[in-house]
T-cell receptor
Framework: DTGVSQNPRHKITKRGQNVTFRCDPISEHNRLYWYRQTLGQGPEFLTYFQNEAQLEKSRLLSDRFSAERPKGSFSTLEIQRTEQGDSAMYLC???????????????FGAGTRLSVL | KNEVEQSPQNLTAQEGEFITINCSYSVGISALHWLQQHPGGGIVSLFMLSSGKKKHGRLIATINIQEKHSSLHITASHPRDSAVYICAVSVGQDSGGSNYKLTFGKGTLLTVNP
């Protein structure tokens, strides 16, 4: 088990371009979460999946953002027509679910740092 | 007002000191989490608790549900403990009955000097 993997680690793009990030969760985890973290702030929830179903989307996730988890394994987060305000660290996490016990702990990837110029 | 408030925002200590980081929250929760984030982004979950106290090595986490308050303690602090410590809460449960999305505090930057 190699943990949660995110690619790329860093992405620099020009305003208006589209970007796509990938997250590979821990293989036996059926829950996958996306968070966004700006400098000096804690992460903010964006969306989460149970298997391939997207169960909740934050109001932070504008219509320029889309996330998929087509086969219930890896997930992609796409941002269309990027804006400078999209510059942030995008974090992916995975966990077992549904369960009440400690198996629900979320395991985080190292994140993808996006810089929009 | 953020639902999760941490104090202090920054903390500098000398090696060996006893460290306390506090977290207060304003909503009913399913569970409270303490996480550690090192420079470069990686976040590691330290504790998930819904009552009482948990201990792992030199780390101790406590929670008082009635007072909506939790503390993270580090005994015999070491420079390798330097990191951002983040408090997060699960504020609801989904249809599956489990904790899910986390609401985070802004974090406490801890620097332990040798």
């Amino acid at each position: 088990d190699t943990g949660v993997s995110q690619n790329p680690r860093h992405k620099i793009t020009k305003r208006g371009q589209n970007v796509t990030f990938r997250c590979d969760p821990i293989s036996e985890h059926n829950r996958l979460y996306w968070y966004r973290q700006t400098l000096g702030q804690g992460p903010e929830f964006l969306t989460y999946f149970q298997n391939e179903a997207q169960l909740e989307k934050s109001r932070l996730l504008s219509d320029r953002f889309s996330a998929e988890r087509p086969k219930g394994s890896f997930s992609t987060l796409e941002i269309q027509r990027t804006e400078q305000g999209d510059s942030a660290m995008y974090l992916c996490a995975s966990s077992f679910g549904p369960t009440w016990d400690s198996k629900n702990i979320q395991y985080f990837g190292a994140g993808t740092r996006l810089s929009v110029l | 007002k953020n639902e999760v408030e941490q104090s202090p925002q920054n903390l500098t200590a000398q090696e060996g000191e006893f460290i306390t980081i506090n977290c207060s929250y304003s909503v009913g929760i399913s569970a409270l989490h303490w996480l550690q984030q090192h420079p470069g982004g990686g976040i590691v979950s330290l504790f998930m608790l819904s009552s009482g106290k948990k201990k792992h090595g030199r780390l101790i986490a406590t929670i008082n549900i009635q007072e909506k308050h939790s503390s993270l303690h580090i005994t015999a602090s070491h420079p390798r403990d330097s990191a951002v410590y983040i408090c997060a809460v699960s504020v609801g449960q989904d249809s599956g009955g489990s904790n899910y999305k986390l609401t985070f505090g802004k974090g406490t930057l801890l620097t332990v000097n040798p």
